[in-house]
């Protein structure tokens, strides 16, 4: 079965990086287009990135742009967020998403908080 699990949130101050990483397995993971999604407390899940199945075409929130890239390595069935410059309103569950009908596969989601 699919199975998507993130890892790599924290508890980061304004300004620093982190890296976050989404192992897939259940499927051929060469194939999708992948997503990350964040939900912040109170808001609704929102999508931050979105790359092909080769990592060619990346699409990016306007609120993230320049600041996080989104990239895979297909040979290890793993999807990465770099967030770097980050704000406190980056504060979010994050999650990965396969976009497979009819409704999708979702990970757990990690945390990323950025305060001082």
């Known amino acids: 079965q699919v199975q998507l699990v993130e890892s790599g949130g924290g508890l980061v101050q304004p300004g620093g990086s982190l890296r976050l990483s989404c192992a897939a397995s259940?499927?051929?993971?060469?194939?999708?287009?992948m997503n990350w999604y964040r939900q912040a407390p109170g808001k609704e899940r929102e999508l931050v990135a979105t790359i092909s199945p080769a990592g060619g075409t990346t699409n990016y929130a306007n609120s993230v742009k320049g600041r996080f890239t989104i990239s895979r390595d297909n040979a290890k069935d793993t999807l990465y967020l770099q967030m770097n410059s980050l704000k406190p309103e980056d504060t979010a569950v994050y999650y990965c998403?396969?976009?497979?009908?009819?409704?999708?596969?979702w990970g757990q989601g990690t945390q990323v908080t950025v305060s001082s």
């Open positions: 998403y396969f976009p497979q009908d009819p409704s999708g596969f």
């Open positions: 259940g499927f051929t993971f060469s194939l999708y287009y």
